[in-house]
């Protein structure tokens, strides 16, 4: 379960403005890309992301480039998990890939406000607004996925399966 308050954004959040392609030049560095997500589209991003992680959006979360970073940069900016409407598809496998939680939960954008607090539950896909008095019911991550995540990402989950494949190799 994830609970906290939120930071909302509208429609079409691309890659270029999740981590600008300027600071691409350093790789992966956890620092640099945390330190600038979301900096172009909001300033504040790195003020409000120490005490509200978890991002509500709408429709077409993270289109643009495949650039695995922008993700992780929300990742290491503290982020929990990003609730929107609908996600591009490269983004989303990125996201679970990086162990970055994601729940496409259709209306969440017409209901939910910035700073709203929510709860979230990725397994049953559903988040309550206790001050609404609402629930929404968001698209269930399928096991195979959730797998990935609850190891932390895809590359922990194969070190994993390979160690637990070595160790029952008896040959």
Same mark, same amino acid.
């Given at each position: 379960?994830?609970?906290?308050?939120?930071?909302?954004?509208?429609?079409?959040?691309?890659?270029?403005?999740?981590? &600008?392609?300027?600071?691409?030049?350093?790789? @992966?560095? &956890?620092?640099? /890309?945390?330190?600038? @997500?979301?900096?172009?589209?909001?300033?504040?991003? *790195?003020?409000?992301?120490?005490? +509200?992680?978890?991002?509500?959006? =709408?429709?077409?979360?993270?289109? =643009?480039?495949? +650039?695995?970073?922008? &993700?992780?940069?929300?990742?290491?900016? *503290?982020?929990?998990?990003?609730?929107?409407?609908?996600?591009?598809?490269?983004?989303? +496998?990125?996201?679970?890939?990086? =162990?970055?939680?994601?729940?496409?939960?259709?209306?969440?954008?017409?209901?939910?406000?910035?700073?709203?607090?929510? %709860?979230?539950?990725? %397994?049953? *896909?559903?988040?309550?607004?206790?001050?609404?008095?609402?629930?929404?019911? *968001?698209?269930?991550?399928? %096991?195979? /996925?959730?797998?990935?995540?609850?190891? #932390? #990402?895809?590359?922990?989950?194969?070190?994993?399966?390979?160690?637990?494949?070595?160790?029952?190799?008896?040959?």
């Amino acid at each position: 379960m994830i609970r906290g308050r939120v930071i909302k954004y509208g429609n079409d959040v691309d890659t270029d403005v999740i981590i &600008p392609g300027r600071y691409l030049k350093h790789g @992966a560095d &956890p620092d640099v /890309l945390k330190s600038h @997500a979301m900096e172009d589209l909001d300033p504040d991003f *790195g003020d409000k992301v120490k005490e +509200r992680r978890i991002i509500v959006a =709408g429709r077409n979360f993270g289109y =643009g480039s495949s +650039r695995e970073q922008a &993700p992780l940069a929300l990742k290491y900016a *503290g982020v929990e998990v990003v609730l929107a409407e609908s996600f591009a598809r490269i983004f989303f +496998r990125n996201a679970i890939n990086v =162990g970055l939680s994601v729940m496409e939960v259709p209306g969440i954008s017409k209901i939910v406000e910035d700073g709203d607090y929510v %709860k979230v539950d990725t %397994k049953l *896909g559903v988040v309550r607004i206790p001050a609404k008095d609402r629930m929404l019911k *968001g698209t269930r991550i399928p %096991k195979f /996925l959730m797998d990935i995540l609850d190891a #932390g #990402g895809l590359v922990p989950y194969l070190r994993r399966r390979f160690h637990a494949k070595d160790s029952s190799d008896t040959r």
